[in-house]
């Protein structure tokens, strides 16, 4: 029995969670997996594979049937973002993004908003990229600068002027969800925007050199007096903040799971080596020293695991502290997800240094994890605050 079916009994899924799971693994295996060097590689962002996972209802996993979305919750999609980026943690990451994105429409667009938008975006005709962060304001995002005023004359459009930065898949998404200031200074001044590609004033800076997470592209999106239709404000003005921070929960349980599946994938990678390669002639699974680090490895992936997996549960309940439990699993699982995959590369020695053998890849795509979503950092002030009352 593998790491992950192991983790899958002690927490008990439901036989459709356990269908959804080989779904994805199955997907990951045939359509990901034997690629993801070669477009990390080329820096290729594979958009054709992508829009397959539409059909596998991918593009909008927790959304309603309706229009056109699969309605599961968010434990089914950890499970499937674990599965994914098993394969490649940057193709998970981008679909992440995108659901996240499509989430917002439908929990706080409009009946009219959610069947004009929606499904498109579902069936992944049109993916979608998320627009919080600026070149001046990452974890204060209250602090925003990009502005949104009314158009002229009957006011049925609002002009956006700024810049988002870091928004992965940006130039290639068909659709920009923006947050903007409407209003004074401060969380209560921000409007959410649905902005289409090809709307006047909206253009893109060049694509970023990063670390890692090569094979999608990430780049400022830039707002010239955009031209954007009054009907594509999502809820009233002032309520965009709440939109954002909403979101947050969700996108760090998904981020969590691409930490997950890729640790699992260098762990597995570890073990086989340690399995082959010979030193002072016995394999290397042989010595004590690398039995230890191995256990320490399994056990603290299996830990993070069953962690996530209660606080997915915990936001499909709507607890109370879901808010806690998600900074916590974000914290824990991408720390241990990028501590495990270093682990990983340590293990191969020279080897592990080495393109081909997938875990240095692992280990630059794995990094941004503690960073993205609200930093580490920030997981902790949540955490905190919810523990002192604040």
């Known amino acids: ?38 477009w990390d590689k080329a ?6 594979v992508i829009r397959e996972a539409g059909a596998l209802g991918f593009g909008g996993i927790y959304i309603g049937d309706d229009v056109g ?32 994105a499509a ?18 975006i579902t069936s992944m005709q049109h993916l979608a990229s998320y627009c919080l962060t600026e070149p001046g304001s990452g974890s204060d995002a209250a602090a925003l600068k990009t ?21 992965s898949g940006a130039g290639a998404s068909d ?26 004033g909206l253009s893109f800076g060049a694509v970023e050199n990063k670390m890692g997470w090569h094979m999608q592209p990430t780049r400022q999106v830039i707002f010239d007096d955009c031209k954007v239709p009054a009907e594509n404000r999502l809820s009233d003005e002032g ?35 340690a399995g082959e390669r010979k030193a002072f002639g016995q394999t290397l699974d042989r010595f004590q020293a690398l039995q230890f680090k191995l256990a320490d490895m399994e056990t603290e992936l299996q830990a993070a695991r069953l962690f996530l997996y209660a606080a997915a549960s915990k936001l499909d309940r709507k607890a109370a502290d879901a808010t806690k439990w998600s900074a916590m699993a974000k914290r824990l699982v991408t720390d ?26 692992l280990v630059r795509d794995l990094r941004v994890h503690q960073i993205l979503e609200g930093t580490n950092e920030i997981m902790r002030v949540i955490v905190a605050r919810s523990l002192i009352g604040r």
């Open 336 to 361: 241990t997800g990028f501590d495990v995959a270093n682990g990983a590369l340590q293990l191969l020695g020279g080897y592990g240094y080495l393109h081909d053998y997938g875990i240095e890849k």
């Open 147 to 167: 502005s949104a005023r009314r158009g002229p004359g009957n006011g049925a459009d609002y002009r956006l002027t700024g810049a988002k930065q870091f928004i």
């Open 1 to 38: 029995m593998d790491a992950v079916a192991e983790s899958a009994n002690q927490f008990e899924l439901t036989p459709d969670q356990r269908a959804v799971q080989e779904m994805s693994r199955a997907f990951a295996a045939d359509r990901v997996a034997p690629y993801a060097l070669e």
């Open 239 to 273: 309520a965009g903040f709440r939109i954002a921070m909403a979101g947050l929960d969700g996108g760090r349980l998904n981020i969590a799971a691409c930490s997950l599946g890729g640790a699992q994938s260098a762990l597995d990678k570890a073990l086989a080596y």
């Open 103 to 120: 989430w917002m429409i439908d929990r706080f667009g409009d009946e009219a908003q959610r069947q004009r938008l929606l499904p498109a």
């Open 175 to 200: 659709v920009y969800v923006v947050m903007a200031r409407t209003g004074e200074d401060g969380p209560k001044g921000i409007s959410t925007f649905v902005v289409p590609k090809d709307a006047p």
């Open 69 to 100: 979305g699969s309605g599961l919750g968010r434990l089914d999609a950890v499970l499937i973002f674990e599965a994914l980026s098993a394969a490649c943690p940057a193709f998970s990451a981008m679909i992440s993004i995108h659901n996240m």
């Open 43 to 48: 820096r290729h962002f594979p958009e054709d």
